[in-house]
């Protein structure tokens, strides 16, 4: 059994109670590995005890995933855990509860449950956001899905645990990296987007809805579980 967990690096130092649980992780068991895959310079501690990259800061974290499963070599029965640099880990055995859950049908299991919504892959942001429709936002080889409206449940992109297989089967995550920039660096250390004037994400959550839309229409709501179904 192998398990993999790919962590977005952009905060390092924000939580080292969670970076210490990862090391131990990756040390004491040779089927774990953890990867980062980074959109800031990663600190030296970091690089001395970690698998890392350093990747161009396009596509948030969905684009940090796809820039770590292109990099990395996963079979298809691979556990994989998508996680945000910033968690606080109260209770380490998610990892089992995780793997039991996907052993046993579903396909994605996220953290806390979001409230459910309609998606229109059609819609068009508010000013200050992206300029839409969503589904411009999407690689080419999965646009065809994204055809009409549909309830989702939503999986936030800070947490999320699936198997190699689905996630190649649910299309991977395919924002179309060049429309994706990130934020620039002011220089007291903030950062903003440019071309928003409320220094928000211009993309919001749009590309956690269109993920959350196509685990959805692929593999039905009944395939998405979470760790609790409390929203936080």
Not at 14 to 27: A, P, R, T, V
Not at 96 to 124: A, S
Not at 176 to 185: D, E, I, Q, R
Request: charged share 25%; with cysteine; glycine share 10%.
């Amino acid at each position: 059994m192998k398990i993999q967990f790919i962590v977005v690096g952009w905060y390092y130092t924000f939580m080292d109670e969670f970076n210490k649980g990862l090391k131990q992780l990756n040390d004491d068991n040779d089927n774990i590995n953890v990867f980062w895959s980074c959109h800031n310079e990663p600190t030296d501690w970091i690089k001395e005890n970690f698998d890392y990259k350093v990747f161009e800061n396009i596509g948030d974290e969905y684009g940090a995933f796809q820039q770590a499963i292109d990099h990395l070599s996963l079979d298809d029965e691979t556990y994989v855990f998508f996680i945000h640099d910033d968690m606080i880990i109260k209770d380490w055995s998610f990892i089992n509860i995780c793997i039991d859950g996907l052993d046993n049908g579903y396909k994605c299991i996220g953290n806390c449950r979001e409230y459910d919504m309609v998606c229109d892959p059609f819609r068009k942001g508010a000013a200050g956001m992206w300029p839409g429709p969503m589904n411009e936002y999407v690689g080419e080889k999965n646009k065809h899905i994204y055809d009409k409206k549909i309830p989702i449940k939503k999986v936030r992109g800070s947490f999320m645990a699936m198997k190699m297989k689905d996630v190649r089967e649910v299309g991977e995550f395919d924002p179309p990296l060049s429309m994706m920039v990130g934020p620039k660096t002011r220089e007291d250390g903030t950062t903003y987007f440019e071309g928003d004037p409320n220094g928000r994400g211009g993309y919001g959550n749009v590309l956690m809805e269109l993920f959350s839309y196509k685990l959805c229409r692929i593999f039905g709501h009944q395939k998405i579980a979470y760790l609790s179904t409390r929203y936080l």
